[in-house]
């Protein structure tokens, strides 16, 4: 599976971006999704997490309420609308496939397959 992230980009504190997740290769809408994401000086940490049916959603609770995760699967991919957004938001984001049924979705080794990262820069 292939992953390609992009929507990032400046922007001020209090505005959004839009993140996508384009997916290819064989069986790829049938992944659990995850958003990660890496400030400098930083470990890579879990923002959002989506199954293969769009049916369980999951956040960190600096993401609940602010930003949103969705699939297309007929589109073979993954969105992550962010709304409100601080500066401590800025980092690096990654999104990230899971092909194992039962892993946490939390934790970074869960996924097999990521994507180069797009950043995100929020500015006071």
Known sequence: VQLQAS????????GS???S???SGRTSSTYDMG???QAPGKEREF????SWSGGN???SDSARGRFTISRDNTENTVYLQMNSLKPEDTAVYYCAA??????????VASYRYWGQGTQVTVSS
Do not use: E, M, S
């Not at 929507?7 to 209090?14: D, E, R």
């Open 57 to 59: 959603l999951h956040y």
């Open 98 to 107: 899971k092909d194992t049924w039962g892993l946490n979705p939390d934790f």
């Open 21 to 23: 997740c384009a997916a």
């Open 35 to 37: 958003w990660f994401r």
């Open 7 to 14: 929507g990032g980009g400046l922007v001020q504190a209090g």
């Open 17 to 19: 971006l839009r993140l």
């Open 47 to 50: 923002v959002a997490a989506i």
